[in-house]
């Protein structure tokens, strides 16, 4: 049975009415980690995996939300002043109370919730609840909201409920994937391009099945040493709002200002933008060597200068880049663990998984996932 038909058959001997179904899925990166939070360039695209929400309204003002990957229900009253409490439900609470921030009058609602992502991969399962919830939640309460202005609804709960300072790509990819395309999206003005994945490629993702408790710590910890990087530089010449802003040039005459650490934190973003917009134009051209390159490049400067990356990483992206028929491997997400996003040559796809799987499997005991993504198109209600 599929995660759809399993969720509609719960749903019903649970809560006695059919629900709606909403899907909104997760993604994999494919190039600009990092760089959202700078104002920067991403490259992402929403997968084929994804988090389905069931919902009916209720009469009150309740939120009864079960979720079948936790086996476990809580119930939440929005007119009690819910606050976090370090549970999967602060995403769905944290969006609900976004909602209504932002004007929107709630109905209660008898929620389901199941997903197809695996959990601490690196593929969004976060921003993907958050998503669904959103756009279940509006959907009920009459008005649909324009997807950009979720995503960034979705990314102020995670940032201030939550309590994680997330840039906005995982949410917007999931509210606006274009199937068949990686969106390169200007994480300023979100504007965003698609550029469509090359029929000659696939992209393989390669789960580590590590996910190290550092992440949420040391994500926020990068993102202070950004912003100290923003300050120093500021002081150094005009016109720099965020690292967005600084050029490698300019990074390379006033680098001198910066103490070790945080030079080399800029300097992963600076590089990594320039190379997302060549990484663009280089799908774009059907250049994927080109691509892959670039690829490689953005992983030596994450474990390098970003220090996002682990052992296990590594050793993933090492396996691939000596593989035959791959133009490029690299973490991808925000580290210390997940997935590596692989682009192969689509004919030598099948036998990459095998060997990659054998080879991780050899070195490390631990029985990797490695599975073909499909860009996909972002949220909406799944039809009955
Ligand atoms: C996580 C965050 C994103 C982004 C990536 C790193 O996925 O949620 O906003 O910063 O890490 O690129």
């Keep these: 049975m599929s995660v759809v038909d399993d969720l509609r058959s719960w749903f019903i001997a649970r809560f006695g009415v059919a629900p709606q179904l909403y899907r909104a899925r997760g993604r994999v990166n494919l190039i600009g980690e990092h760089t959202d939070y700078n104002d920067g360039f991403v490259l992402p695209a929403a997968i084929d995996l994804a988090t389905y929400v069931g919902a009916a309204p209720r009469k009150d003002r ?5 979720s079948l990957a936790f086996d476990e229900g809580v119930e939440v009253d929005l007119d009690a002043a819910p606050a976090p409490w370090r549970h999967w439900s602060d995403y769905v609470v944290g969006v609900a109370l976004g909602l209504e921030r932002e004007g929107l009058r709630l109905s209660g ?25 959103g756009y279940a939640l509006s959907d009920l309460a009459g008005s649909a909201l324009e997807r950009k202005g979720l995503a960034l609804l979705c990314q102020r709960a995670e940032n201030e409920f939550v309590g994680m300072r997330c840039g906005v790509m995982d949410q917007l990819i999931s509210c606006c994937g274009v199937a068949g395309h990686a969106l390169l999206i200007d ?6 391009r698609a550029a469509p994945l090359d029929s000659r490629a696939r992209l393989v993702i390669c789960n580590t099945m590590v996910s190290h408790e ?12 950004c912003e100290r990087a923003v300050a120093l530089l500021s002081a150094e010449f005009d016109g720099v709002r965020a690292l967005r802003d600084v050029s490698p040039e300019a990074l390379a005459r006033h680098g001198a200002a910066l103490p070790d650490v945080i030079l080399r934190r800029a300097r992963h973003v600076v590089t990594e933008n320039a190379r997302t ?83 991780y499997r050899a070195a490390t005991g631990l029985t990797p996932q490695i599975f073909c993504a499909t860009p996909s198109e972002g949220v909406g209600r799944v039809s009955p």
């Design 214 to 225: 550092l992440a949420a710590s040391e994500y926020n910890k990068r993102r202070e040493e």
């Design 109 to 133: 609602a008898n929620m389901m919730l199941a997903t197809e992502l695996p959990m601490g991969a690196g593929l969004s399962t976060s921003a993907a609840l958050e998503v669904a919830v």
């Design 62 to 66: 309740r939120l009864v939300v079960y």
């Design 187 to 192: 994480c300023r003005t979100l504007e965003t």
């Design 277 to 359: 917009l060549a990484a663009a134009e280089a799908l774009e051209t059907g250049d994927l060597k080109h691509f892959g390159r670039l690829m490689h490049e953005s992983h030596a400067s994450l474990r390098d200068d970003y220090a996002v990356s682990c052992d296990e990483a590594d050793l993933m992206v090492d396996l691939a880049q000596n593989m035959e028929g791959v133009f490029g491997a690299r973490l991808t997400g925000g580290g210390f663990g997940g997935s590596t996003v692989n682009l192969v040559e689509a004919e030598a796809a099948e036998r990459f998984m095998r060997s990659i799987a054998e080879s």
